[in-house]
């Protein structure tokens, strides 16, 4: 049996984001955040809740340490909220939301887990909303100001820093299609709002600098790969505007100074710009996009299959029926992971690649002994790593697998309904326990490596989860 193992100074990681676990939403000093307040409005969140407690790391965050420390990774990506520390965004930092993320820090590290902090995974002070937030082009200098605030903090001992996840899903999810926080319909307004993001992106890498002598700093972009249906004219170009708005209006300015001309005039064309100018990009900003960066995060879950329709507009199609999908209807494509790390290797060349989310969402309820056997999230992973493991023998620079997610936590929109831990969380109780995919991965990190074909998972137990175990 082909078995992928990975260097010896691989990390194995886990991610999760606060907005999506931490709870604490009253709590030590915390300021209110776009999602609370998006989700407070009726009808926004598909189960009606809310994240004012989620899986309440808040208070459970040395538990879920012991949890890492069980899986035996080396590091933990989350994200720091920006509200806690500045509860009006910029001015007056709140001492008690550093003093938390301060002892998290020293938690992991005491457990020998490398700590890699996002300073902004969607939770914006609603008071920086009330200004206009990622609209408005004030937005880069406070985020600057945080950048430095807590880089200042934590600086001593943490070394390896994000900026922002996901610009597109803020963009476009959160003022294109208000599908997310803060819930506009504006595209002429999402394209402003990425700018801010890259812009603000740059002015952080800069601060951090300042700040961390030694640091090594990175963003996350989601990329998702576009097929076409067919190898028809219409298909090809469907795809490459696909490719032109959701990948390169990214990453073309981070690693080479300007957007992309084609994807520019798909802008202008379809009316979202508000004239023939990106009149909203100052001199000097493209350079300070620019500033070199030490990785690129990839967050990776599907590809996307495009076609043009009979309007003769780009839209995406259903995969092929047999192809198996996701609780959230994403086709599952390993293939498509092993391109991703290519191209991005091939076209960027960032110096190092960390594959910063990846992971799959089932309901699997439990057996009748407790155990949650998640067969398929197993064999999600297995092929996601081996695809991976593949890209690091064809020359990819990737340094790290952070599996998404550690826990059962707050999807967005979803609320509870989408599932996406290795560890189950009860909500009633937030009581913890690993599925059989969270044995599953233990082992791989214990082996550095991971077999090509299925191997029989029923080794969990239904026990919650006990530290002393
Ligand atoms: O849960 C999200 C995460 O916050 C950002 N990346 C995608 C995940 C799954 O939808």
Known sequence: MTRYAFPDNFLWGVATSAPQIEGGRHEGGRGVSIWDRYADTPGAIADGSHADVACDHFHRWREDIELMRWLGINAYRFSLAWPRILPNGTGAVNAA???????????????????YPTLYHWDLPQALQDRGGWGERSVVDAFAEYADVVTRRLGDRVRNWTTINEPWCIAVLGHEEGHHAPGHKDPAEGLRVAHHLLLAHGRAVRAIRDAVPGAKIGIVHNHTPAHPATDSHGDTDAARWFDGFFNRWFLDPLFRGRYPADAVADRIASGHLEGPEMHFVQAGDLAAIATPIDFLGVNYYSRVIMSQNVDGRPEAVKAAPDHELTDMGWEVHPEGLHETLLH????????????????????????????????????????????????????????????????????????????????????????????????????????NAVDAAATPSTRGDSRVFDSRN
């Open 97 to 115: 939301g550093l003093d938390f993320y301060d002892a998290l820090v020293d938690g992991l590290l005491e457990a020998g887990i490398e700590p």
């Open 344 to 447: 991005l290797h091939r076209e960027y060349g960032p110096p190092e690649i960390f594959i910063t989310e990846n992971g799959a969402a089932y309901d699997d309820p439990p057996g009748p002994d407790g155990l949650i056997d998640d067969v398929r999230r197993i064999d999600y992973l297995r092929t996601h790593l081996s695809a991976a493991s593949r890209a690091i023998a064809d020359g990819v620079p990737l340094a790290g697998y952070f599996a998404w997610s550690l826990l059962d936590n707050f999807e967005w929109a979803h609320g509870y309904q989408k599932k996406f831990g290795l560890v189950a969380v009860d909500f009633d109780t937030c009581e913890r326990t690993p599925k059989n995919s969270a044995h599953w991965y233990r082992d791989a990190v214990a082996a």
